[in-house]
């Protein structure tokens, strides 16, 4: 499936609800929404600690990671498509949260308070609920809290059941594709329109179109050298440009890349190969 341009982005979609998110006079409403809360001030720290592969961890790039005026920490994540894992997910980016914010030898009160937010376009539950709020409590007396302070909020763009207030409910049929009512909706509408006439979200959104293109490039190539590093020895250059469906001159590439770079891994690799073309 092609790229979408940036004109045909709704909010649901990852770079446009990032974007969109950006703005604290957009993303304060919907989180005190969601919430039932007042926030005073939001800002938009960067996560300096989360590992990353280079560690042999899964990395992770978060839509929105934002904390108020008092501490707390906010993750709001759109996620349009029922991978089957969201509860294992949502657990992993608490952990990479806490990383972020206590180095060794640190105090684990330290920790602060946090709400991972996932606001799915579909029913995660299939209660029909628009929102799931999950909490750590006591199996043997659920009135005992366990006292970590995490809170996992689910939001479900398609619930027809909950205790939300309207706006609340016109936003997320907003998110799930529908018209934008009531004036959170419209608030957030706004937020996409003004993403959409922006020069400036132009230009990142082609970067990150480009960016992503030259990945999937780099992927398709580490794959092609993992396989020519097997045979390399034992096939000649054409039997291996027929087997895996390649040109001549890319198996020819490869193979000096590799040993001219004896030590670099299969995607170092992929990479010379992808600036080199």
Same mark, same amino acid.
Request: net charge negative; proline share 2%; with cysteine.
């Given at each position: 499936?092609?790229?979408?341009?940036? +004109?045909?982005?709704?909010?649901? !979609?990852?770079?446009?609800?990032?974007?969109?998110? $950006?703005?604290?006079? $957009?993303?304060?409403?919907?989180?005190?929404?969601?919430?039932?809360?007042?926030?005073?001030?939001?800002? *938009?720290?960067?996560? +300096?600690?989360?590992?990353?592969? %280079? @560690?042999?961890?899964?990395?992770? $790039?978060?839509?929105?990671?934002?904390?108020?005026?008092?501490?707390?920490? *906010?993750?709001?994540? @759109? +996620?349009? %498509? #029922?991978?089957?894992?969201?509860?294992?997910?949502?657990?992993? *980016?608490?952990?990479?949260? !806490?990383? #972020?914010?206590?180095?060794?030898?640190?105090?684990? /009160?330290? =920790?602060?308070?946090?709400?991972?937010?996932?606001?799915? !376009?579909?029913?995660?539950?299939?209660?029909?609920?628009?929102? &799931?709020?999950?909490?750590?409590?006591?199996?043997?007396?659920?009135?005992?809290?366990?006292?970590?302070?995490?809170?996992?909020?689910?939001?479900?763009?398609?619930? %027809?059941?909950?205790?939300?207030?309207?706006?609340?409910? /016109?936003?997320?049929? &907003?998110?799930?594709?529908?018209?934008? $009512?009531?004036? =959170?909706?419209?608030?957030? !509408?706004?937020?996409?329109?003004?993403?959409?006439?922006?020069?400036?979200?132009?230009?990142?959104?082609?970067?990150?179109?480009?960016?992503?293109?030259? #990945?999937?490039?780099?992927?398709? &190539?580490?794959?092609?050298?993992? +396989?020519?590093?097997?045979?390399?020895?034992? @096939?000649?250059?054409?039997?291996?440009?027929?087997? *895996?469906?390649?040109?001549?001159?890319?198996?020819?590439?490869?193979? @000096?890349?590799?040993? /001219? /770079?004896?030590?670099?891994?299969?995607?170092?690799?992929?990479?010379?190969?992808?600036?080199?073309?």
């Amino acid at each position: 499936m092609s790229q979408k341009t940036l +004109q045909q982005l709704e909010l649901k !979609d990852d770079f446009m609800f990032g974007a969109v998110m $950006r703005d604290p006079k $957009r993303c304060k409403p919907l989180l005190e929404h969601i919430l039932g809360v007042q926030i005073r001030e939001i800002r *938009y720290p960067e996560l +300096q600690k989360i590992i990353d592969n %280079t @560690m042999d961890a899964k990395s992770v $790039r978060l839509d929105v990671y934002i904390e108020d005026s008092d501490n707390t920490i *906010y993750n709001i994540e @759109m +996620q349009t %498509t #029922n991978k089957k894992n969201l509860p294992k997910r949502m657990r992993y *980016y608490q952990g990479m949260i !806490d990383l #972020n914010i206590i180095s060794k030898g640190d105090e684990y /009160n330290q =920790l602060k308070k946090s709400f991972i937010i996932f606001i799915c !376009d579909y029913d995660q539950y299939k209660e029909g609920r628009y929102i &799931y709020t999950f909490e750590n409590v006591c199996l043997e007396n659920a009135s005992i809290r366990f006292g970590d302070e995490t809170v996992k909020v689910v939001l479900n763009t398609k619930g %027809t059941i909950g205790d939300i207030d309207e706006e609340l409910r /016109n936003a997320l049929h &907003y998110i799930g594709g529908e018209k934008p $009512r009531g004036k =959170l909706a419209n608030l957030l !509408d706004a937020g996409v329109k003004e993403v959409k006439n922006s020069e400036e979200w132009r230009r990142e959104y082609m970067t990150l179109f480009m960016r992503d293109r030259e #990945n999937v490039k780099i992927g398709d &190539y580490r794959r092609l050298v993992q +396989q020519i590093r097997r045979k390399v020895d034992i @096939m000649t250059y054409e039997e291996m440009a027929d087997i *895996y469906d390649t040109s001549i001159s890319d198996v020819e590439n490869i193979v @000096m890349a590799i040993k /001219n /770079n004896p030590d670099a891994s299969d995607e170092d690799i992929a990479s010379i190969i992808v600036e080199e073309s």
